[in-house]
């Protein structure tokens, strides 16, 4: 069984290149990533939205729309390769994005299991909130997404994070 990576932009390439993931998921506007071409184009998904939970002069919100795209996107994923997603930091966006699929991908019920593996695995970890509430309300989870990430707590402090692999198995997460 396959696994989730979650990395930051200057670790893309090492990070497609050392685990050779079948499916992208980036989730930043600039600068603009090609798809790289161990990847097959097909299977890049770009989300262009900055890490912003209100809207602002300037930014890009995620909006629900964003979501569904990524959830119609994963279910594309037949789980031989790893899933790889990305932003600018590994902080926020990626680890709301890992969090996201992983729920979708086991129903519910584990919400709470998967943020606690997330905080276990992924210390720095600051999922951003609204792409959380958003998918929460998508996949009618009644408040449990959002509950299952506030009980992680605060983020260990990081400028970048480093790659973090979640596995898909529950009893290994």
């Known amino acids: 069984m396959s696994h989730i990576l979650i990395a930051p932009y200057a670790d893309l390439e090492e990070t497609v290149r050392r685990h050779r993931p079948s499916h992208l998921v980036t989730l930043m506007i600039e600068p603009f990533v090609e798809t790289p071409k161990a990847i097959h184009p097909d299977h890049h998904l770009r989300i262009g939205v900055h890490d912003v939970i209100e ?12 979501i569904a795209e990524m ?7 037949d789980r031989r390769a790893p899933f790889l997603v990305h932003c600018w930091a590994g902080i926020s966006r990626s680890t709301a994005a890992a969090y996201i699929v992983l729920c979708n991908l086991h129903g ?9 593996a997330l905080r276990f695995r992924a210390p720095h970890a600051q999922p951003n909130p609204l792409m959380i509430r958003h998918a929460d309300r998508l ?3 009644e408040g449990r ?3 299952g990430v506030e ?3 605060e983020g260990r402090p990081n400028w970048q994070s480093e790659i973090v692999e979640l596995p898909l ?3 290994l997460l």
């Open 55 to 66: 809207p602002s002069e300037g930014s890009v919100v995620p909006e629900p729309h964003h």
């Open 169 to 171: 198995d529950l009893d």
């Open 71 to 77: 959830l119609a996107f994963a279910k594309n994923w």
């Open 139 to 141: 996949l009618g989870r």
């Open 145 to 147: 997404m959002i509950a």
């Open 151 to 153: 009980a992680m707590g």
């Open 108 to 116: 519910q019920g584990h919400e709470l299991h998967i943020a606690r």
